[in-house]
């Protein structure tokens, strides 16, 4: 009906009646509403003033340091585009660590024929914590070279894995020494046929079998050291003996749904670079993205497009360029551009590798979001192809809350576990997709897994607010204590493990009690969420129990106002006590969390209760406007009633039609018409003296005394050059000195019913043509 109204009434004024001031205030609403849906919601509220007081919070989580050790084919197969791609997949690699204090070793290898090592340790041990070290390992990864048959071109991965072994074989594993893996790029199978150090002849194959048995006593001590092998071949390589290297190593991964090391065999050389890249993040628990390629003429510029999550806190963007002189340039999600080296924002960043072939960018709290590099060649630089990819992780802190803290035997349980990183909370349930939260718990002898879930049933508050729920029976046994031990892993993520060790109570405690918030999902700036705890009293005697705020996620400030924090509890029965947290006004953006704690205010050592919270801080968006649900064509409807209403807005504002008419002591001596076009202002002039009859003209450039005249359909203003305005209708008159007056009459109207039948009206050009002349 509000179409046909609209419709109707537009259609109307087509017809030469005017548009109706409903379909008028109807369209203005409608344009008042498209710039209201397009202002930000900020400027719409005033932020409450900041009532927070500061809270505690633990030191941020840092990402675990690796170290890592990357072995390099040269044996003589390799050709020297294959030795090309494989510096560039090491430095992809030895670069893109992101963790300051890992270290990286590069070693080539061949064999010895009889003189020579067949190792070559081009980048010994470098702790990668400043841009000098980066550039250091991207400096000597260029010494890699292929050997020739006089620098024994075999293939000795016995002596490889005894010089990766030498670096990392000390400390057991799951100690809490770094993680350690070997990466093993090779084009060829097993072959020390030429060397004398496994014999005095290779009869029988005696110097092949002999580095075999080699290889089984150093895999056995990489198992021992916690040292994970991920071999990747390309060309003629024997996979059996890539899987045996997987198989032999330690089988420990960075969590439960991580794959164990496993060979790769690649196409060829050109592959090696993706293919390194994904077991890299598979060891390391490190996020990428695919890598991305593009071709690079001379003198262009191209751009590639990485994303940064949420979850990550450290990260690294190498750029393989493959010539020096392609500069890069690094731009975060605002289209700002980074530095190479200090800092912008909270973020951090240092480069390396920039007079080389690769380059990399190291971030330090990135800006999560779509990142862009720009490469750009310069002139009579050979066409070349160029990629991109990102490599980061989370430095992340698990919460584990236990409710009630001192549960009975016999006793259902309330598990919490949620995750943070050191910039920001995480509850987005896409970043979280991938990891594993688990949570056992361990009385007397008994450890059970306690079944771990964000998807609103089951106890579960909220269906994907981050908060991961989970009940448990405390088993009815001696056991004093029963201990929960939870823990955050997967791909991304350095992964965290929290233990509650909970004290079983003996009968019923003297003091129960629980913690209700509001289920808000957004709240404003300066604003609170309101709650309520609920004690139930044995004493006998009355007792004070206290609020408290704990364990802050990052930029989270919030508060419980004073005379909210302390209760008196009766000496028996139940009372309830309301509250609220309130969030300051620079309470960060978006995800905020904390935990509501409530303790025994004689022995705050005795939690009673815990709410771990977690709350948008932001504005509402404003109400969608109306017209907005109308759809496609509901939008074209009013589109094209907007469009009709400005058309005849602008029909009642044309002068065409209009005359002006001077009148001396009641006589006519003179008139003058608008011109007939599309104007919307009519300018005149009166000329007299000198014996010279009074006369309406046109202005000429240089009059100052110019007569202005405009229409509001059938209302007319009037400007004289003296300041004067009149509002007049047609056929009035106002004066315009010694005796002369000015008429404003509407022509045009008489003739518009004969203008639709397609008729002209002399009326309206008769006046017109005499303006036109006087032009």
Same mark, same amino acid.
């Given at each position: 009906?509000?179409?046909?109204?609209?419709?109707? =009434?537009?259609?109307?004024?087509?017809?030469?009646?005017?548009?109706?001031?409903?379909?008028?205030?109807?369209?203005?609403?409608?344009?008042?509403?498209?710039?209201?849906?397009?202002?930000?919601?900020?400027?719409?509220?005033?932020?409450?003033?900041?009532?927070?007081?500061?809270?505690?919070?633990?030191?941020?989580?840092?990402?675990?340091?690796?170290?890592?050790?990357?072995?390099?084919?040269?044996? @003589?197969?390799?050709?020297?585009?294959?030795?090309?791609?494989?510096?560039?997949?090491?430095?992809?690699?030895?670069?893109?660590?992101?963790?300051?204090?890992?270290?990286?070793?590069?070693?080539?290898?061949?064999?010895?024929? @009889?003189?020579?090592?067949?190792?070559?340790?081009?980048?010994?041990?470098?702790?990668?914590?400043?841009?000098?070290?980066?550039?250091?390992?991207?400096?000597?990864?260029?010494?890699?070279?292929?050997?020739?048959?006089?620098?024994?071109?075999?293939?000795?991965?016995?002596?490889?894995?005894?010089?990766?072994?030498?670096?990392?074989?000390?400390?057991?594993?799951?100690?809490?020494?770094?993680?350690?893996?070997?990466?093993?790029?090779?084009?060829?199978?097993?072959?020390?046929?030429?060397?004398?150090?496994?014999?005095?002849?290779?009869?029988?194959?005696?110097? $092949?079998?002999?580095?075999?048995?080699?290889?089984?006593?150093?895999?056995?001590?990489?198992?021992?050291?916690?040292?994970?092998?991920?071999?990747?071949?390309?060309?003629?390589?024997?996979?059996?003996?890539?899987?045996?290297?997987?198989?032999?190593?330690?089988?420990?991964?960075?969590?439960?749904?991580?794959?164990?090391?496993?060979?790769?065999?690649?196409?060829?050389?050109?592959?090696?670079?993706?293919?390194?890249?994904?077991?890299?993040?598979?060891?390391?628990?490190?996020?990428?993205?695919?890598?991305?390629?593009?071709?690079?003429?001379?003198?262009?510029?191209?751009?590639?497009?990485?994303?940064?999550?949420?979850?990550?806190?450290?990260?690294?963007?190498?750029?393989?360029?493959?010539?020096? =002189?392609?500069?890069?340039?690094?731009?975060?999600?605002?289209?700002?551009?980074?530095?190479?080296?200090?800092?912008?924002?909270?973020?951090?960043?240092?480069?390396?590798?920039?007079?080389?072939?690769?380059?990399?960018?190291?971030?330090?709290?990135?800006?999560?979001?779509?990142?862009?590099?720009?490469?750009?060649?310069?002139?009579?630089?050979?066409?070349?192809?160029?990629?991109?990819?990102?490599?980061?992780?989370?430095?992340?802190?698990?919460?584990?809350?236990?409710?009630?803290?001192?549960?009975?035997?016999?006793?259902?349980?309330?598990?919490?576990?949620?995750?943070?990183?050191?910039?920001?909370?995480?509850?987005?349930?896409?970043?979280?997709?991938?990891?594993?939260?688990?949570?056992?718990?361990?009385?007397?002898?008994?450890?059970?897994?306690?079944?771990?879930?964000?998807?609103?049933?089951?106890?579960?508050?909220?269906? @994907?607010?981050?908060?991961?729920?989970?009940?448990?029976?405390?088993?009815?046994?001696?056991?004093?204590?029963?201990?929960?031990?939870?823990?955050?892993?997967?791909?991304?993520?350095?992964?965290?493990?929290?233990?509650?060790?909970?004290?079983?109570?003996?009968?019923?405690? @003297?003091?129960?009690?629980?913690?209700?918030?509001?289920?808000?999902?957004?709240?404003?700036?300066?604003?609170?969420?309101?709650?309520?705890?609920?004690?139930?009293?044995?004493?006998?005697?009355?007792?004070?129990?206290?609020?408290?705020?704990?364990?802050?996620?990052?930029?989270?400030?919030?508060?419980?106002?004073?005379?909210?924090?302390?209760?008196?509890?009766?000496?028996?029965?139940?009372?309830?006590?309301?509250?609220?947290?309130?969030?300051?006004?620079?309470?960060? $953006?978006?995800? $905020?969390?904390?935990?509501?704690?409530?303790?025994?205010?004689?022995?705050?050592?005795?939690?009673?209760?815990?709410?771990?919270?977690?709350?948008?801080?932001?504005?509402?968006?404003?109400?969608?406007?109306?017209?907005?649900?109308?759809?496609?064509?509901?939008?074209?409807?009013?589109?094209?009633?907007?469009?009709?209403?400005?058309?005849?807005?602008?029909?009642?504002?044309?002068?065409?039609?209009?005359?002006?008419?001077?009148?001396? =002591?009641?006589?006519?001596?003179?008139?003058?018409?608008?011109?007939?076009?599309?104007?919307?202002?009519?300018?005149?002039?009166?000329?007299?003296?000198?014996?010279?009859?009074?006369?309406?003209?046109?202005?000429?450039?240089?009059?100052?005394?110019?007569?202005?005249?405009?229409?509001?359909?059938?209302?007319?203003?009037?400007?004289?050059?003296?300041?004067? =305005? +009149?509002?007049?209708?047609?056929?009035?008159?106002?004066?315009?000195?010694?005796?002369?007056?000015?008429?404003?009459?509407?022509?045009?109207?008489?003739?518009?019913?004969?203008?639709?039948?397609?008729?002209?009206?002399?009326?309206?050009?008769?006046?017109?043509?005499? +303006?036109?002349?006087?032009?």
């Amino acid at each position: 009906m509000l179409f046909l109204f609209i419709i109707r =009434r537009v259609r109307t004024r087509a017809h030469g009646q005017s548009v109706s001031r409903s379909v008028r205030a109807l369209a203005l609403w409608a344009i008042f509403a498209t710039f209201v849906a397009g202002t930000p919601a900020e400027a719409q509220f005033p932020k409450a003033a900041d009532r927070h007081f500061s809270v505690r919070q633990q030191e941020p989580p840092q990402v675990q340091p690796a170290r890592l050790v990357i072995l390099v084919d040269e044996s @003589g197969s390799i050709g020297p585009g294959d030795l090309e791609r494989e510096r560039e997949a090491a430095a992809t690699i030895a670069l893109g660590e992101f963790a300051p204090g890992s270290s990286v070793a590069v070693v080539g290898f061949a064999s010895d024929n @009889g003189n020579q090592s067949p190792v070559d340790v081009v980048c010994p041990p470098v702790t990668v914590k400043t841009a000098q070290d980066q550039q250091s390992l991207a400096d000597c990864i260029r010494k890699l070279r292929k050997r020739e048959k006089a620098e024994g071109d075999g293939t000795d991965h016995y002596a490889a894995m005894q010089q990766a072994m030498a670096y990392l074989g000390d400390g057991p594993p799951g100690s809490a020494t770094k993680p350690k893996m070997i990466f093993l790029l090779t084009d060829g199978k097993l072959d020390v046929s030429e060397s004398p150090r496994y014999g005095p002849d290779n009869a029988g194959d005696q110097r $092949n079998q002999a580095a075999s048995r080699g290889l089984d006593d150093t895999l056995r001590g990489a198992v021992e050291a916690g040292v994970q092998v991920w071999p990747l071949g390309f060309g003629d390589v024997d996979r059996g003996q890539l899987d045996r290297f997987a198989a032999g190593g330690f089988q420990g991964t960075c969590g439960p749904t991580v794959p164990r090391p496993s060979a790769t065999v690649a196409a060829d050389a050109a592959a090696v670079s993706g293919f390194l890249l994904k077991a890299f993040g598979t060891a390391r628990c490190a996020g990428s993205g695919d890598i991305q390629r593009r071709r690079l003429g001379a003198g262009e510029e191209e751009a590639v497009a990485l994303n940064v999550p949420e979850i990550a806190t450290d990260g690294s963007i190498v750029v393989v360029k493959q010539d020096a =002189r392609v500069s890069v340039r690094f731009f975060d999600p605002h289209g700002r551009e980074v530095p190479k080296t200090g800092q912008l924002g909270n973020s951090a960043f240092q480069g390396s590798g920039a007079n080389g072939p690769v380059e990399s960018l190291r971030i330090s709290n990135p800006e999560p979001g779509n990142w862009t590099v720009k490469l750009t060649s310069l002139p009579g630089v050979p066409d070349i192809e160029v990629s991109a990819v990102v490599l980061w992780q989370g430095a992340v802190r698990a919460s584990l809350t236990v409710d009630p803290p001192a549960p009975q035997r016999g006793q259902r349980v309330k598990v919490l576990l949620t995750l943070q990183t050191r910039n920001r909370p995480i509850r987005d349930p896409a970043q979280l997709a991938g990891l594993t939260f688990s949570v056992t718990m361990t009385s007397g002898t008994a450890t059970s897994e306690v079944p771990m879930a964000d998807g609103g049933t089951n106890g579960d508050d909220r269906a @994907g607010d981050g908060v991961y729920t989970g009940s448990a029976v405390v088993p009815d046994t001696a056991a004093k204590t029963a201990r929960f031990v939870g823990s955050v892993q997967g791909i991304g993520v350095s992964g965290d493990t929290r233990t509650v060790l909970t004290t079983l109570s003996d009968g019923r405690p @003297g003091l129960a009690a629980q913690i209700a918030l509001d289920q808000a999902t957004l709240v404003e700036p300066g604003r609170s969420v309101s709650g309520t705890v609920t004690v139930d009293s044995l004493l006998g005697v009355r007792a004070k129990v206290r609020l408290q705020i704990t364990d802050p996620a990052p930029g989270t400030k919030a508060s419980i106002p004073g005379d909210r924090t302390v209760f008196e509890v009766p000496a028996t029965g139940r009372a309830d006590f309301p509250f609220d947290v309130v969030f300051a006004a620079d309470s960060a $953006n978006g995800t $905020n969390g904390l935990t509501v704690s409530l303790v025994d205010d004689a022995n705050p050592a005795t939690t009673l209760a815990n709410y771990p919270l977690s709350i948008q801080i932001g504005y509402p968006r404003p109400p969608t406007p109306w017209w907005l649900y109308l759809g496609v064509p509901g939008a074209l409807i009013v589109l094209a009633a907007l469009g009709l209403w400005a058309r005849a807005r602008y029909r009642r504002r044309r002068v065409s039609g209009l005359a002006v008419f001077l009148f001396q =002591r009641g006589r006519q001596i003179s008139d003058i018409a608008a011109p007939a076009g599309g104007e919307t202002r009519f300018p005149f002039v009166l000329r007299s003296g000198h014996g010279v009859a009074p006369q309406l003209a046109p202005p000429a450039p240089d009059d100052e005394e110019v007569y202005r005249l405009t229409r509001d359909g059938r209302r007319f203003t009037l400007l004289t050059p003296y300041g004067e =305005r +009149y509002l007049l209708h047609d056929g009035e008159r106002c004066e315009a000195g010694e005796g002369l007056e000015l008429e404003i009459r509407d022509e045009g109207a008489m003739t518009l019913a004969a203008e639709h039948e397609g008729e002209q009206g002399e009326s309206e050009f008769g006046a017109a043509a005499r +303006y036109t002349d006087l032009l």
